[in-house]
């Protein structure tokens, strides 16, 4: 099935920096979805974006649905050490599927 | 409003075994999605399901692999005769109907290893 372009695929970053991630499709979708999935557990979802060039904010969390329907952003302020994991993007077609990013590792250095 | 609820959690099984995963939906979901996961890598889809219906079954093997979500009770994800390649973890998701908008929520997953 479809793959999503989700870079970077890892991050070392320090604590306290922010952060960036951002996915791109060949094909439009009518929602993006941002997961966090910590090892031995299932995908957390952070948040959900419904429509073109929404930019919704959840806590230190912020996404954005890219004006294209093609592309979604996720940026992450003043990291802290519990924000290490593996970060994915989703997109929801009219058929209601959905299709993963490969994932971006977090690592954050006290 | 409980999760989506999978079990069991870990399941060894022998070389030939079957394997039957299970996976109740949250509250008020008729969707459901199976996925496979690696260690170290992403999530791949498997079967998509509605009550009673498999709506897309593309990613998973023609051979051992079965998904059934019934009327009443849980989904079930059933592989026949396991063989070492098919440890992984395995997650269940469901989805309420929201027209053309969704959103997936997963279970904590169901880890096979194969011996």
């Known amino acids: 099935?479809?793959?999503?372009?989700?870079?970077?695929?890892?991050?070392?970053?320090?604590?306290?920096?922010?952060?960036?991630?951002?996915?791109?499709?060949?094909s439009i979708f009518n929602t993006w979805l941002w997961y966090k999935q910590d090892p031995g557990e299932g995908p957390v979802l952070l948040i959900a974006?419904?429509?073109?060039?929404?930019?919704?904010?959840?806590?230190?969390?912020?996404?954005?649905?890219?004006?294209?329907?093609?592309?979604?952003?996720?940026?992450?302020?003043?990291?802290?050490?519990?924000?290490?994991?593996?970060?994915?993007?989703?997109?929801?077609?009219?058929?209601?599927?959905?299709?993963?990013?490969?994932g971006t590792s977090l690592t954050v250095i006290p | 409003n409980a999760g989506v609820m999978q079990n069991p959690r870990h399941l060894v099984r022998r070389r030939g075994q079957e394997a039957r995963l299970r996976c109740s939906p949250m509250k008020g979901h008729s969707h459901v999605y199976w996925y496979r996961q690696l260690p170290e890598e992403g999530l791949k889809f498997m079967v998509y399901l509605q009550k009673e219906n498999i709506i897309d079954e593309s990613g998973m093997p023609k051979e051992r692999f079965s998904a059934e979500f019934p009327k009443e009770g849980p989904s079930i994800l059933r592989i026949q005769q396991v063989v070492r390649g098919?440890?992984?973890?395995?997650?269940?998701?469901?989805?309420?109907?929201r027209g053309n908008t969704g959103e997936l929520f997963f279970g904590e997953g169901s880890r096979l290893t194969v011996l």
């Open chain 1, 1 to 26: 099935g479809q793959q999503l372009n989700q870079s970077p695929q890892s991050m070392f970053i320090q604590e306290g920096e922010d952060v960036s991630m951002n996915c791109t499709s060949s």
């Open chain 2, 86 to 97: 098919d440890s992984a973890a395995y997650f269940c998701a469901s989805s309420p109907r």
């Open chain 1, 49 to 102: 974006l419904y429509k073109a060039g929404e930019l919704t904010s959840n806590g230190r969390l912020t996404a954005q649905f890219g004006i294209t329907r093609k592309d979604s952003f996720l940026n992450i302020s003043a990291s802290i050490p519990s924000d290490v994991g593996i970060y994915f993007c989703a997109g929801c077609d009219t058929g209601n599927q959905f299709y993963f990013g490969t």
